[in-house]
């Protein structure tokens, strides 16, 4: 057991009972820091697998700006201490209990009986993890996909637009 | 020396716990945070595969981490939107149980 492995397993360790917080804790802005958590440990997870620019934008895009706009948005509403509603289906609780390990066990179950790829991965060399990598992932980005990286910055103007005309209403006016 | 079965099967138990957050639960700020859980099992197999790629062909293999880039940009705009929509919803009925959002109507 190598001492990557050790640090595999206790932080998929970390990452799947941040996510059991996430969904059960009673509190909203609990649930979000458990989920920054478990994302933080992804990020971690990046890193091990040399992909030091993606673990950078998790953190900075999902823990730092998702999250925060998560929490501005339970502190504005007051979520944090709603109470938990009658179900309006009092069998879909343990429905959704029986459908998860159904998924569960499938997945886990196509992912061995396919033919395996039997890939060690190992910790990524100092030149994965330095500017050299990362000059090429862009020259990539910016040849191969270029389209696609142009196409995301209409959808990212068309949600701005979106989430401004659809919070302010009343001053745009609906005829 | 970690196997990438492993983090594939990583994915797999975060992605169905995601999904079961999306079904147990009523609060829909919780469902969009399970929804960003999903999102992120998949960005986690993507990367994954991709470097499990490059240590077998022993040259970089950056396309994996182009998707996830995309991916994360796609997130943001879903959640910005769904985020103005719970607002605007939480404004006009009062609350934000996801069992009274059963009408298009404001």
């Known amino acids: 057991m190598t001492s990557e492995l050790i640090v595999f397993l206790v932080l998929s360790l970390v990452a799947i009972s941040s996510a059991f917080g996430m969904l059960f804790s009673r509190n909203a802005v609990y649930s979000a820091l458990f989920l920054v958590l478990n994302f933080v440990t992804v990020a971690v997870f990046y890193l091990m697998l040399g992909a030091p620019f993606i673990a950078m934008s998790q953190i900075t895009v999902y823990a730092g700006a998702i999250m925060v706009l998560f929490l501005f948005v339970i502190m504005l509403l007051g979520a944090e201490s709603l109470v938990p509603l009658p179900q309006a289906m009092p069998w879909q609780r343990p429905l959704a209990f029986i459908l998860a390990a159904i998924l569960a066990v499938e997945s886990v179950y196509l992912i061995f009986a396919r033919s395996r790829l039997n890939t060690v991965i190992t910790a990524p060399d100092a030149a994965t993890n330095s500017m050299e990598g990362l000059r090429d992932m862009a020259m990539i980005l910016f040849d191969q996909f270029l389209l696609p990286f142009e196409i995301t910055s209409i959808l990212l103007l068309v949600a701005m637009v979106g989430a401004i005309v659809l919070t302010n209403r009343e001053k745009v006016g609906h005829k | ?106």
């Open chain 2, 1 to 106: 020396m970690v196997p990438v079965d492993y983090y594939v099967i990583l994915s797999a138990i975060l992605f169905t716990l995601g999904a079961l957050g999306v079904l147990i639960r009523r609060n829909p700020l919780i469902i969009f945070m399970s929804i960003e859980l999903m999102l992120n099992a998949g960005n986690l197999a993507f990367v994954a595969f991709g470097r499990s790629y490059e240590v077998a062909g022993g040259q970089p293999f950056y396309t994996g981490q182009i998707f996830v880039f995309f991916v994360i940009a796609v997130a943001a705009a879903e959640v910005a939107v769904g985020l103005a929509l719970i607002v605007e919803i939480f404004k006009t009925k009062k609350n934000i149980n996801v069992d009274e959002m059963n009408s298009l109507k404001g």
